[in-house]
């Protein structure tokens, strides 16, 4: 089954998801938040083997862990949307917090390009969502009824748009576009605070109704 393991660090309290497959032990990095050590010592205490790092987006909370991790594993694939190059160029915003990322790992893999990506046995689909961010994307699990959904979508929220390169209008389209026709049983995790499920939010979340 595809094992998911949640972990919330960082300076701004961003949630990085760990994603396995049990059967061969290959797993992924979602959004590698911070903290790099903390993150690679959940992959070997679990014996999994890290195959790729995917970023939703290139806001420097959810990217903090990958230089880190890519010490540790060079060459290890890591995928963004090239509409969100040229933010993680500069640090992904971590200027304007005064606190330094290294941001010198290129990505090697572009979601641009990608329809659906592979982790063992699980394919999933990658999203385009953009209005968080130019070059947002989710990546859904349709078996597991699994959508790790970034900055676009939270419990009772959305993602927020005054930052550069952020569109409301465009955010709300996504939303309704890509999230919501998902089964209502779906788990959305979500790059900060609690997990959420499309059903929920489709009823009650106040940016939606
Ligand atoms: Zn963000
Ligand atoms: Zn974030």
């Not at 595809?2 to 959004?31: Q, R, S, W, Y």
């Not at 394919?123 to 969502?129: A, N, Y």
């Not at 748009?161 to 576009?177: K, Q, V």
Request: aromatic share 10%; glycine share 12%; with cysteine.
């Amino acid at each position: 089954m595809l094992k998911i393991e949640k972990m919330t660090l960082g300076p701004v309290v961003t949630n990085c998801f760990v994603i396995a497959d049990d059967d061969c032990d290959d797993c992924v990095v979602i959004d590698p938040a911070w903290d790099a050590t903390e993150i690679l010592g959940r992959v070997s205490a679990r014996g999994w083997q890290p195959r790729a790092i995917w970023l939703t987006h290139a806001h420097f909370d959810h990217f903090g862990g990958v230089a880190g991790i890519m010490q540790q594993h060079p060459g290890l694939p890591l995928g963004l949307h090239r509409l969100d190059l040229p933010m993680y160029r500069v640090g992904g915003g971590a200027q304007a917090w005064g606190i330094p990322v290294d941001c010198s790992h290129e990505p090697t893999l572009w979601w641009e390009q990608t329809e659906s990506v592979r982790l063992g046995r699980f394919q999933f689909s990658v999203m385009f969502v953009p209005g968080h961010s130019p070059g947002h994307v989710a990546f859904y699990h349709a078996e597991s009824d699994s959508l790790f959904g970034g900055d676009v979508l939270f419990q009772q929220g959305i993602g927020r748009t005054d930052l550069p390169g952020g569109d409301h209008a465009e955010l709300l389209s996504s939303i309704r576009t890509h999230f919501l026709p998902l089964p209502e049983d779906t788990m959305v995790y979500c790059g900060h605070g609690d997990d959420t499920t499309i059903g929920v939010e489709k009823r009650a979340n106040p940016f939606l109704v």
